[in-house]
């Protein structure tokens, strides 16, 4: 049966609870680690304290974006949103900074006194916003040639940004997004597989034009012993400190190898996860994970706009590609690009905009009931 309009809490009623439990359950494990090093590390009871609260955070968000009507949003200010996306990575790179003042990493976050905000994260969200739009504008004839240039056009215009500001990591996983967007408006393969041949062809000209730094950072990340005690040592100690975790870990308050990786709460917070919760805390992640991103391609699929689909296929894009990413560069077996482990790194930016992420699927899901009077295209 129709309806005019539903409560609030009838709509609430209506939350993907599977998604929030797996959200919760990775967000505790990294807590939980963040606790048990609390003693470890200068500041670790303010990590402690910041990524909790992010997470709260984080979970109020969500329940509020999901009330909002997300197509009625993106409909009227998808171009404002591709605008303010634009601008924020401008602001980076005018008065970017990084938390450890060290001018030769990349100034990716903005100093707000109290935290430092990654503006980049931000970004993602409101990319994957902007972009569902244009794809849904263009996609009754995905495959010419003008909507593939013009969609591609404003996705170059966020990525190239995004490499602008140095954020190499970021700037793959904008590219996995706008694949996957694309794909799931139904984008031939044929497309993809040019893409793959014009990049291997082009690789032997590229390569050459590369920094000697970029040419090591790459061969380092695939074979760490070519530089052990340089840039191949976060990597190689990362893989010592999931190896001495064994299956079930040193406990919350164990291990010491995770001692020896410079900066791990980031990029390597796996790592410590891993020695202190063992192979069954790693898996305990994996198998919430994978749950969630099968729950979030349940609602793409259940969606009743185009607009929905295509926005959950942007969220599973980073899903799993930061988490395939980050899980190898601490396995020593993919090249360390700055990319954040989705619920687990520590950093307030991450742990609030992968949360929101959820609410944009939230919201799809809580807007799947056609009201009267309502007119939609089939």
Not at 164 to 174: C, N, P, R
Not at 327 to 347: E, K, N, R, W
Request: proline share 4%; charged share 15%; hydrophobic share 50%.
């Amino acid at each position: 049966m129709k309806v005019f309009s539903t409560s609030v809490k009838e709509k609430l009623l209506k939350l993907d609870f599977v998604i929030l439990f797996c959200a919760a359950g990775m967000t505790a494990l990294s807590v939980l680690t963040l606790y048990g090093i609390k003693d470890q590390y200068a500041g670790g009871s303010r990590m402690f304290l910041i990524q909790t609260a992010s997470a709260l955070l984080g979970l109020v968000c969500v329940v509020i974006m999901s009330l909002f009507d997300y197509d009625a949003i993106i409909s009227r200010l998808w171009i404002p949103i591709m605008l303010v996306s634009v601008a924020l990575l401008m602001l980076v790179k005018l008065i970017g900074t990084n938390p450890m003042h060290d001018p030769s990493q990349p100034r990716l976050w903005i100093d707000l006194g109290v935290i430092y905000w990654q503006p980049s994260e931000t970004v993602k969200l409101l990319f994957i916003m902007s972009l569902a739009k244009h794809i849904d504008i263009v996609k009754e004839k995905v495959n010419h040639p003008k909507s593939i240039i013009s969609v591609g056009l404003h996705a170059l215009i966020i990525i190239g940004m995004v490499i602008f500001i140095d954020d190499l990591g970021s700037a793959l996983v904008f590219m996995c997004i706008f694949a996957a967007m694309f794909y799931s408006a139904g984008l031939s393969l044929w497309y993809f597989v040019g893409a793959i041949g014009a990049a291997v062809i082009a690789m032997p000209y590229i390569w050459p034009h590369l920094g000697a730094y970029q040419q090591e950072r790459i061969l380092v990340g695939f074979d760490p012993m070519i530089d052990p005690s340089g840039k191949g040592y976060q990597p190689l100690m990362s893989r010592a400190a999931i190896s001495a975790g064994g299956f079930w870990g040193a406990g919350i308050n164990g291990g010491s190898e995770y001692l020896k990786i410079p900066v791990a709460t980031t990029d390597f917070f796996f790592s410590i996860t891993a020695e202190k919760f063992g192979f069954f805390g790693a898996l305990v992640y994996l198998t919430l994970m994978t749950v969630l991103i099968v729950r979030v391609i349940f609602v793409a699929r259940s969606s009743r706009k185009d607009t929905g689909t295509f926005m959950c296929a942007g969220v599973v894009a980073i899903m799993i590609a930061q988490t395939t990413e980050n899980m190898g560069m601490c396995l020593a077996m993919l090249p360390v690009v700055g990319i954040t482990m989705p619920f687990m790194s520590y950093g307030g930016s991450s742990m609030l905009n992968t949360w929101l992420l959820l609410g944009l699927v939230e919201s799809v899901r809580l807007h799947n009931t056609k009201y009267y009077f309502e007119r939609e295209k089939a």
